[in-house]
């Protein structure tokens, strides 16, 4: 009898193991479905918080390029502009140059005579063509200024400026027989085809290699 009653108890208690092991292993597995739909959950919810959050950075960027857009424009024509000015100041200059009217040159040499004409020896510059190393010719009609200065050794040395037969003005270098110097300037209007040229103010003129002639179109 007592053997029968110690296996009734050894049932009983091994069934109520079962029935606990049982209760705690649904409680365990209710437990970790529950923790990864959680986690399921959470995913979902980031991905859509990133999904909203690209479609409001697509939506602002379009803004931006929107109100960027006339700037953006506005600085191209800008920098198209300044680039059209800087084209303009380097070419224009050149222009102005190639059809500018005038001419410098060296003078040199001994003249004997009134009557000569005084030669230019270095043609520093002849815009126009107007001068041929002797007389100008004038192209252009308008309003020209011209200079002469001299250097001679000759006494009572000096030069005339002539507009074809007219004695303008005169550069006198004075009765020392050392080296003198003087210049003189004349403004006169020409008309196409008028001469401009120099001559010596005595019979006998010696003139030193920096003596100069200038003549330009100022007007």
């Known amino acids: 009898m007592f053997h029968i009653l110690n296996f009734v108890w050894f049932v009983a208690f091994v069934f109520i193991i079962g029935v606990k092991g049982s209760a705690s292993l649904a409680v365990s597995n209710s437990s970790e479905e529950y923790g990864y739909y959680n986690i399921y959950n959470k995913i979902d919810s980031m991905q859509k918080a990133f999904q909203t959050l690209e479609t409001n950075v697509q939506r602002k960027n379009n803004m931006l390029r929107q109100i960027l857009q006339p700037i953006t424009k506005m600085d191209d024509n800008i920098e198209m502009s300044d680039q059209s000015s800087q084209v303009t100041k380097t070419v224009q200059p050149l222009q102005q140059n190639d059809t500018a009217v005038g001419f410098t040159t060296k003078l040199s040499g001994s003249y004997s005579s009134t009557s000569s004409n005084i030669r230019g020896y270095n043609n520093l510059y002849n815009g126009g063509n107007g ?89």
Not at 160 to 185: C, E, H
Not at 202 to 216: E, I, R, W
């Open 131 to 219: 001068y041929n190393g002797t007389v100008f010719t004038c192209p252009s009609s308008g309003l020209y200024l011209f200079h002469v200065s001299l250097l001679s050794s000759t006494k009572s040395g000096g030069i005339w400026i002539y507009k074809n037969s007219q004695q303008l003005t005169l550069a006198f270098a004075g009765s020392d027989p050392q080296n003198n110097g003087a210049s003189v300037s004349a403004a006169v209007w020409l008309d196409v085809g008028d001469q401009v040229y120099l001559r010596p103010y005595s019979s006998s003129l010696s003139l030193d290699g920096n003596s100069a002639f200038t003549g330009v179109k100022v007007n």
